[in-house]
């Protein structure tokens, strides 16, 4: 089975087969990513964060359904932090999720961290991709709502929904997690509990003193029966809407790809050298200096560096 | 003033200037780190992590108190998630802490993200380096438990300590975050609340499962009192002996000082890289037919990555 075809076609084994391939870092994931990119653009990327506990998968598997009951297509990543020991993600949240994945309109993949810092949002971005081209209409990427890299995966999203609770602090956990500024929407979830319309005049509050040619709007949801969800997907595509006509989408597609150039680049530079470090005589020399502590780590990198000259453009010829 | 001198005499502006100047990323930083390197390798370095709301920001300042009382200097390295807008810290939490900074023995700094995935672990593992060559005793990390970036951290650390609460879902976020298994010491914070005693027997179930050569202690904590502040530091204090006993703790740090020399490489690799990017003519306009869609960003970097052979080796030797 080719992949690419598979995929455009809208074959779901070939999906999964792709994202397990950009998962495993197969290097042959390049040829198909580069060959899917032209039929990239046209999903609509939402982002959905917000602190532990405020109800984001339960959030994000009712958007799901209400999306179908519109008729669009979605896609579903979840970002599960995973133990750097284990890498399983925990998937408990995911169960819940059944009704949606039995509809071959919805897609849904969790994803773990594998470990390394940068590695998840490389490969987010690189399942999006996959996603996009598959032609969903929407993609929900949702995130636990703390941490730098999930800001960085936010950054991939066209709009973000950041989901508050009335539970005690939370305004405050998610100012301190910076993830206020990066709202495009806000869910005040669990509202049938107290405090929901405080958090609604907080945030509203919080927005007459700052924000910027787009007020994001503030919808109250309630989970378990529906309500608010209307509203919130309404808001999202007000939200679409303001992006295109400001001009502000192609902009911020630009910058990302831009981005995901450079990404790529240093991404394989790393693996490049990680490789050449464990292989090179003088490079592991250097190490057990540092290691014996004859040597300090900034000095030994400088001696790396140079020594970078003799190395460098004959493997980056090699990794082509 | 000569700030290498400045911070082994124990000057604490000298200090201050010192992380100034890692958290801008002047070039010479690097100088200061190389030659301070040689005077550092004493501190014990304690992590401590747990969910938003866990407490731990009053537990590191009681940590620091009962060091304190034991005749220890103490450094603290706080890491709040800011925005990747406003590029500040919120700095509430730290606003308790006052009895302490007003001690000689104790100096605190929040850090901010600034924005760079990555950038908040090196700079902190900069910083850990200016703390550990001042002479702390002890220096306390602590960060929000969420998260890759924190992970990484607290990678950094000799001996993590994971704040829990009997707050209801307390274990099931901890395990979800990936730092359960990161534990070498749990805190069950708010002991005074209900359930704490569950969550203990909840924790030790879990440890019954699995646990390495050293199976971490559970010890129960009250910020406001003080109780178990004693055990707490007495466990820490046997864990760094068991780390010694074993041989762990050269086997951690010998690991740690390689990963931070090919982690200087790869920074200054990408610096080179975006700086590189911004200036050739033949980047940018690659980076252009990828953004009118005539070029896909995959075989873009190829492209760039064949490129690098003709300028990596001189601004190599230029950034020396």
Redesign the interface.
Same mark, same amino acid.
């Given at each position: 089975m080719d992949l690419v075809a598979g995929i455009l076609e809208g074959n779901r084994r070939a999906l999964a087969k792709g994202i397990t391939l950009v998962e495993n870092g197969e290097p042959e994931k390049? $040829?198909i990513?580069?060959?899917l990119?032209?039929h990239t653009?046209k999903s609509m990327i939402v982002g959905v964060t917000g602190?532990?506990?405020a109800g984001k998968s339960s959030l994000v598997d009712q958007m799901t359904k209400f999306y179908r009951k519109q008729g669009r297509t979605v896609g579903v990543i979840a970002i599960?932090?995973?133990?750097?020991?284990?890498g399983g993600a925990?998937l408990?949240d995911r169960i819940r999720m059944q009704d949606n994945t039995l509809d071959p309109g919805v897609f849904i993949r969790s994803m773990g961290?594998r470990g390394s810092?940068?590695g998840?949002?490389r490969a987010t971005k690189e399942v999006l991709t996959l996603f996009d081209a598959f032609g969903f209409d929407v993609i929900i990427v949702e995130t636990?709502g703390?941490?730098?890299?999930?800001?960085?995966i936010m950054d991939t999203a066209d709009t973000v929904v950041v989901v508050l609770t009335p539970a005690g602090?939370d305004i405050?956990?998610t100012?301190?997690?910076?993830i206020?500024?990066?709202a495009d929407v806000f869910a005040v979830n669990k509202s049938d509990l107290d405090g929901a319309d405080r958090v609604v005049s907080e945030v509203n509050k919080t927005l007459d003193l700052s924000h910027g040619e787009w007020r994001p709007p503030v919808v109250k949801t309630i989970t378990l029966d529906g309500t608010g969800l209307d509203e919130l997907l309404a808001e999202i595509d007000k939200h679409r809407e303001y992006l295109i006509s400001s001009g502000n989408l192609e902009i911020l597609r630009?910058k990302r790809?831009?981005e !995901?150039?450079?990404g790529?680049?240093?991404h394989?530079?790393?693996d490049m050298?990680?490789l050449r470090?464990q292989q090179d005589r003088q490079v592991q020399g250097?190490?057990e200096s540092?290691?014996n $502590?004859e040597q300090?780590?900034?000095?030994?990198?400088?001696s790396?560096?140079?020594s970078? !000259?003799s190395w460098?453009?004959e493997s980056?010829?090699e990794?082509?």
């Open positions: 390049y $040829r990513l580069a060959e990119h032209p653009g602190s532990p506990g599960d932090p995973t133990s750097p020991f284990s925990l408990g961290t810092l940068g998840l949002s636990v703390v941490g730098q890299s999930e800001l960085d602090g405050i956990q100012l301190k997690a910076g206020m500024e990066i630009q790809l831009k !995901e150039v450079t790529i680049v240093l394989k530079l790393e050298i990680t470090f250097l190490l540092v290691v $502590r300090d780590p900034y000095t030994a990198a400088q790396i560096m140079f970078l !000259e460098l453009p980056a010829a990794s082509s």
